[in-house]
């Protein structure tokens, strides 16, 4: 990047600002896509660690006042991709009745999944980003069972075990699939694990 374009953009960053009654510039919406973009092509690269501001506005091709403007770190900016993905994933459970079977829940999961691309995938696959994954799921779990808790007459040991089979199940198959290169259909693999978390695998057995 040349200083003329750190000027630019410098210059052009000062003037960004949600205008008035709501309407929001549309330099900021530009910028903030393309801080996403390359937070997400970083992560697919490299560790939580190794990202830092300076590759993201080297990647977004903007000058690192920018990005101050807009995210005062790193963790930050992730925090707002997980809270993305959260709200994302609520309004599409929200859409189904709060009375919702295992098999409902599980395919709102893979469908949801499978449409969030690659940072999605990295954040639940990758070892090094599991605890970003632990807590989208867990807060997803807190959602689900504030709409609906079918395990409420158990004792509070019994739910998290419950929860903690039915959510790492979910995940660990969802991973493998993943590791698998996807080869399996993705209806095929919601009814099969469907089956799996609803039955167990005792039906399976020769």
Request: hydrophobic share 35%; aromatic share 8%; with cysteine.
């Amino acid at each position: 990047m040349t200083n003329t374009a750190e000027r630019d953009n410098s210059r052009d960053s000062s003037t960004e600002q949600v205008r008035p009654q709501g309407r929001v510039d549309r330099r900021v919406v530009k910028t903030q896509a393309a801080i996403h973009r390359a937070l997400e092509e970083l992560v697919c690269e490299k560790p939580p660690h190794r990202i830092t501001v300076a590759e993201i506005t080297r990647r977004a091709n903007i000058h690192r006042k920018t990005f101050y403007l807009h995210y005062n770190s790193v963790d930050e900016l992730f925090r707002e991709e997980l809270e993305s993905m959260e709200q994302d994933y609520a309004d599409t459970i929200d859409a189904i009745p709060p009375t919702m079977t295992i098999a409902d829940i599980n395919r709102v999961f893979f469908d949801f999944a499978t449409r969030q691309g690659p940072l999605f995938e990295q954040l639940v696959v990758s070892p090094e980003y599991r605890h970003y994954a632990e807590r989208f799921f867990h807060m997803n779990l807190v959602h689900n069972r504030a709409r609906h808790n079918p395990y409420a007459h158990l004792s509070r040991e019994e739910q998290n075990t419950i929860n903690t089979f039915l959510v790492a199940g979910t995940l660990d198959m969802y991973r493998q699939w993943i590791a698998g290169g996807k080869t399996m259909p993705l209806d095929e693999l919601i009814t099969l694990s469907t089956q799996l978390l609803s039955h167990g695998a005792a039906r399976f057995r020769e």
